[in-house]
Nanobody, 126 residues
Framework: QVQLVESGGGLVQAGGSLRLSCAASGRTFSTYAMGWFRQAPGKEREFVAT????????VYADSVKGRFTISRDNAKNTIYLQMNSLKPEDTAVYYCAARYSSSLFYTIKVADYNSWGQGTQVTVSS
């Protein structure tokens, strides 16, 4: 399994931007579909965005579409989540996740991912 470490979280005012990073260990990063999820206090973990192995396909939750962008750099074993026009309801712990997969595979289901990072806190003030 791949080891994942998120960074880039913090406190930002509504309307601001943050860029999250998720660094992966191992030499087979390009064989993993990747995803970003988030969990607010008292709520279940929810899907935010996913990207296929090559980065050719990206899918977003309706709540972040047009504001967030997921990307990956396979040479650096890293994925990113650019978050713009942040809202207080975006406040949560953000997790990256990985799943070994075929080239065009992606999934929005928490249960389909088998490697998770420790999470990074994002707080958006009003």
């Amino acid at each position: 399994q791949v080891q994942l470490v998120e960074s880039g979280g913090g406190l930002v005012q509504a309307g601001g931007s943050l860029r999250l990073s998720c660094a992966a260990s191992g030499r087979t990063f390009s064989t993993y579909a990747m995803g970003w999820f988030r969990q607010a206090p008292g709520k279940e973990r929810e899907f935010v965005a996913t990207i296929t192995r090559s980065g050719g396909v990206t899918v977003y939750a309706d709540s972040v579409k047009g504001r967030f962008t997921i990307s990956r750099d396979n040479a650096k074993n890293t994925i990113y989540l650019q978050m713009n026009s942040l809202k207080p309801e975006d406040t949560a712990v953000y997790y990256c996740a990985a799943r070994y997969s075929s080239s065009l595979f992606y999934t929005i289901k928490v249960a389909d991912y088998n490697s998770w990072g420790q999470g990074t806190q994002v707080t958006v003030s009003s």
